[in-house]
C-alpha cells in the first residue's frame, strides 16, 4: 500500500513562520497573547516544527527510497514499489519548499563516528547506520531522527527504527553516499527522477544475471553511474564502455593527461567534458561518487590535483570494495576527525596507515605529504579530552571503547607523531589555563609544543608564557596594563594567540579578572590583521555549545567590536556595547558581517538551539527564590540577550531579524511569561532596558509591519506600571516607552 503522504502537511501554525520568517508578521494581532506562554518560546516552537517537518519528509523520502531500491530484486513487488516511486517524488516536490533549499539532497557515511552499540544488541554496529543527510543546512542523522521521533508523537511515530533500517540496507546494498538533484523543481525534472530511479531499479534487480548490461569503470569494477549514464541516455553499454576504455589510460597509465588532473573518475571526465557532455546529460541521481568524499579539500587548483591523486590511489587498491574506499579516504581528509571519538579515531589513523604505506610503495611524496598535513589539521580541531584517553606506549596507542574494552593500534611513525604532539599539547594547555599559579611550571617539552603550535622558536615560546605570567600578579589576579603593554608581542602570532588566549583565559575566576581580560582583548582585536579569523573562533566558541557560559557575553561584544571599522570604546572600561552603536551603518566592514552571516547560514541550527537554551535559562531564573550566583541571575541573562540582540542587529538577515522580533514582542507585553514570573524590581528595568535596545535594533531592519507593534507596546503604558508599585519604576517606564516614541 502507499503511504498516506498526502496527510503529512504543515500545519497552519508552522506556516506563519514563513510569513514571519524575514520578520513580517501578517497574523491578527488583535487577539489576546495568551498570558500563560512566552512569545520567546512559542517563536522557538514554531521554527522547530518547521524543521521538524522538513526532517520528517527528508526521513520518509530516504525510507522510501532504501524500500524501492530494496524491493528491486522481488518481481512481485514491482507494483507497490510503482505506488512508493509517487509517494518518493511527492516528498521531494514538498522537500523542495525548504526555505534554504538549494536544490540537492545527500547522504554520506560518516563512518562510525557514533559510539559503538554493544555487541549482540538489536541496534548492532554503527558501521552500519551512522549515515549524514543534508538539505541545504540542514542535518539529520538518527540521533536527530530519535529526537524528532519524541517530539512529533503522531507523525514521527517509529520514524527513528524505519530510517535506522533504512540505513542499514543501503549498507547492505553498498551505498555509501548519494545525492539527488531537484534542480529548478519542473515537471520535467521529476520526470528524470522517476526515469532514474526505474533504471536503477534494473540495475539492482539484475545483479547476479548473467545477461547483465552493465558498464565497468576504469578499475573493471561495475559502476552504478557509468551504468546510469548509458540508460538514461538510451546509450548501449558497449558504446559507453568503449568511451570508457578510451580515457582510461588518460588516468591510469605510465603518462596520465595533465589536463585531467583534476578529475578523479572516467566518469567525471566524461561529465566535464563539453564534447561528451552533449551527448551524455548528467543524471540527477549519483550513488558512491568519489568527489563527494573530498570536496572541501577542493580549495585550489593544487589542492584540488593533490586529493585526485589521493582518491585515485585509494580506488586502485579498494575499487572492489567501496565502504573500505570511503572510509580510507575519510582517514586521510581533515573532515573525517570531525566529531570523532576516541576509538573510532584509533581505527581510523590506522587506515591511514595502511594509505601512507601505499603512497610509499607508489613513490608518491606529494600524496604522503598532503595526507599527513590533512590528518593534522583535523586533529588540530579534536577536542583534548579525546587525546586525554589515549594511552601512548612502544610506537603504539590504545583505546578504550564505551563498553571498556582496550585495543592497541599500530600507526605509522609520522601519525604516531602527530598523535604524540597532540596529547602533549592538551597536557600544555592545561598548564597555560593555570598560569595564574606560580607553582605551576613549564618544561622544554611544553615550550617545544607551544613553538610548534605558534611556528616559532622554543626561545619565542619560552618568552611568551614569560609575558603571560606577567599579565597576573601574586595573588593571581590579571593585570591589564602588563598586557596591553605587549599587545605588540603579542600580535605578531596573530589569530593563533588570540584562540590561545580566549579558549583558556576566558573563564577566569573572578568576574573582575573577566572584565578586565575583556577590555585588554578590546586592543588587542583592534591590532590583528586577520580578524574575520578571530570572528570565526568566537563565534564557534559560543555557538557550538548549547550552555550558557559566563563569557558567552564577553564574546558577542569582542564579536560586535570586530564587525566595526572604527572602536570608539577601544580604552574604555565597558561591560556591555554601548547601544549607539546601534546608530553605525556606514562603519561596518561588510566582509566581517558576511563572516559573520555565513556561520549562521552553516549552522542555524547551532543558532536556535542556544537560544533556546538561553531563553528557557532566562525565564527559569526570573522565578526563582533563590540567586545562583550573580551571573547566574536574570541581570547577566538579559545582558546577554542585550547582547544577542545588538550583533544580530548589526549583522541583519531573515533569522536575525526574526529573533529581535520574537524578543520584541516577548518583552513589549507586560503579561508576557518573563513578567509573570514578578521579577525583582532591578531585574525590571534590565528588562526594560533589553526592550528599549531590541525596539531600537528591530527598526534597523526597516520593516513597515513593525510600527503597529511599537505602537501597541507604547499604548500598554500602563499595564508596565502596574507591574510595581515603587515611584521609581513609574518614572523608568515613561523614560524607555518615551524613548520608543522617539525612535517610531
Not at 508552522?14 to 508578521?25: C, E, K, N, P, V
Not at 552533449?278 to 579539500?297: F, R, S
Not at 576527525?337 to 594509505?355: H, N, Q
Amino acid at each position: 500500500m502507499a503511504p498516506e503522504e498526502e496527510k503529512f502537511d504543515l500545519d497552519e501554525s508552522a506556516r506563519a513562520l514563513y510569513r514571519q520568517f524575514a520578520g513580517i508578521d501578517d497574523s491578527d494581532r488583535a487577539a489576546e497573547v495568551d498570558s500563560s506562554r512566552s512569545e520567546l518560546i512559542e517563536y522557538l516552537n514554531k521554527e522547530e516544527k518547521m524543521l521538524d517537518y522538513y526532517r520528517l519528509l527528508l526521513s520518509q523520502a530516504t525510507c522510501l527510497f532504501s524500500e524501492i531500491l530494496t524491493n528491486s530484486r522481488f518481481a512481485m513487488l514491482e507494483k507497490e514499489n510503482d505506488q512508493k516511486i509517487i509517494a518518493f517524488i511527492n516528498h521531494l516536490k514538498k522537500i523542495a519548499t525548504h526555505p534554504k533549499f538549494d536544490g540537492r539532497i545527500t547522504c554520506r557515511l560518516r563512518g562510525q563516528q557514533q559510539p559503538a552499540e554493544p555487541s549482540g544488541t538489536e541496534i548492532g554496529s554503527s558501521e552500519t547506520y551512522d549515515y549524514e543527510l543534508s538539505v541545504g543546512n540542514l542535518l539529520l542523522d538518527y540521533n536527530m531522527a530519535r529526537i524528532v521521533e519524541q517530539r512529533e508523537k503522531e507523525r514521527g511515530k517509529a520514524i527513528y527504527a524505519k530510517l535506522m533500517d533504512a540505513f542499514r540496507a543501503m549498507s547492505v546494498m553498498k551505498i555509501f553516499n548519494f545525492s539527488i538533484e531537484i534542480g529548478k523543481g519542473a515537471k520535467s525534472d521529476y520526470d528524470r527522477i522517476e526515469t532514474t530511479i526505474r533504471h536503477l531499479i534494473n540495475f539492482y534487480k539484475s545483479e547476479g544475471t548473467a545477461d547483465r548490461n552493465v558498464v565497468l569503470d576504469e578499475y573493471d569494477q561495475p559502476n552504478i553511474n557509468l551504468t546510469l549514464l548509458a540508460a538514461t541516455n538510451k546509450v548501449k553499454a558497449a558504446a559507453l564502455q568503449n568511451l570508457v576504455d578510451k580515457i582510461k589510460p588518460k588516468i591510469l597509465g605510465p603518462e596520465p593527461a595533465e589536463e585531467l588532473s583534476f578529475f578523479t573518475t572516467v566518469y567525471d571526465v566524461i561529465l566535464a567534458s563539453k564534447k561528451y557532455r552533449e551527448q551524455l546529460a548528467k543524471m540527477p541521481i549519483e550513488i558512491n561518487n568519489v568527489q563527494w568524499l573530498t570536496q572541501n579539500l577542493r580549495t585550489d587548483a593544487k589542492k584540488t590535483a593533490e586529493a585526485v591523486q589521493a582518491s585515485r590511489l585509494v580506488l586502485s587498491k579498494y575499487g572492489n570494495n567501496p565502504r573500505m574506499a570511503s572510509e580510507v579516504i575519510s582517514s586521510i581528509n581533515s573532515d573525517g576527525y570531525s566529531e570523532i571519538r576516541t576509538e573510532t579515531m584509533g581505527k581510523r589513523l590506522s587506515l591511514a596507515t595502511d594509505f601512507l604505506s601505499l603512497a610509499k610503495e607508489k613513490d608518491n611524496k606529494v600524496v604522503q605529504k598532503e595526507a599527513l598535513n590533512n590528518i593534522e589539521a583535523g586533529l588540530d580541531h579534536v577536542p583534548d579530552e579525546i587525546f586525554d584517553r589515549l594511552t601512548i606506549r612502544d610506537g603504539e596507542i590504545s583505546t578504550v571503547d564505551d563498553q571498556g574494552e582496550s585495543r592497541e593500534w599500530s600507526l605509522n611513525k609520522q601519525l604516531f607523531g602527530l598523535v604524540s604532539f597532540f596529547k602533549q599539547r592538551s597536557e600544555t594547555k592545561k598548564k597555560v589555563q593555570s598560569i595564574a599559579n606560580r607553582n605551576v611550571q613549564f618544561d622544554s617539552e611544553d615550550y617545544s609544543v607551544i613553538a610548534r603550535n605558534f611556528q616559532i622558536t622554543e626561545l619565542e615560546a619560552a618568552h611568551l608564557i614569560d609575558l603571560l605570567r606577567n599579565c597576573f600578579n601574586e595573588q593571581g589576579h590579571f593585570r591589564r596594563n602588563f598586557f596591553e603593554k605587549n599587545i605588540p608581542e603579542f600580535v605578531q602570532y596573530e589569530s593563533r594567540v588570540f584562540g590561545f588566549l580566549w579558549h583558556y583565559l576566558k573563564e577566569l575566576p573572578s568576574r573582575e579578572d573577566r572584565v578586565s581580560f575583556l577590555n585588554a582583548l578590546q586592543l588587542l582585536v583592534g591590532e590583528l590583521k586577520q580578524p574575520q579569523d578571530a570572528l570565526k573562533i568566537l563565534l564557534s566558541d559560543i555557538f557550538s555549545r548549547s550552555a550558557v557560559n559566563y563569557s558567552d557575553r564577553n564574546g558577542l561584544i569582542l564579536s560586535s567590536i570586530l564587525l566595526r571599522t572604527m572602536n570608539r570604546e577601544a580604552r574604555s572600561n565597558i561591560e556591555l556595547t554601548p547601544e549607539e552603536v546601534l546608530l553605525v551603518r556606514k562603519g561596518l566592514n561588510q566582509e566581517m558581517v558576511q563572516v559573520a552571516l555565513d556561520f549562521f547560514e552553516k549552522n542555524h541550527e547551532l543558532l536556535m538551539r542556544k537560544f533556546r537554551n538561553l531563553t528557557e535559562a532566562l525565564l527559569k531564573s526570573s522565578d526563582r527564590d533563590e540567586s545562583q550566583g550573580d551571573e547566574k541571575q536574570p541581570r547577566f541573562l538579559l545582558y546577554l540577550q542585550r547582547e544577542i540582540v545588538i550583533f544580530f542587529a548589526l549583522i541583519g538577515g531573515e533569522a536575525a531579524q526574526s529573533i529581535v522580533l520574537a524578543i520584541v514582542r516577548e518583552f513589549g507585553n507586560p503579561t508576557s511569561s518573563f513578567y509573570n514570573t514578578q521579577p525583582e524590581k532591578a531585574d525590571l528595568k534590565h528588562a526594560l532596558q533589553l526592550l528599549q535596545v531590541s525596539v531600537r535594533a528591530l527598526r534597523r531592519f526597516e520593516n513597515p509591519h513593525a510600527e503597529g507593534l511599537f505602537d501597541e507596546i507604547i499604548a500598554k503604558e500602563s499595564d508596565f506600571i502596574k507591574l510595581n508599585d515603587d515611584p521609581s519604576h513609574e518614572s523608568y517606564v515613561k523614560r524607555v516607552l518615551g524613548r520608543i516614541r522617539q525612535v517610531v
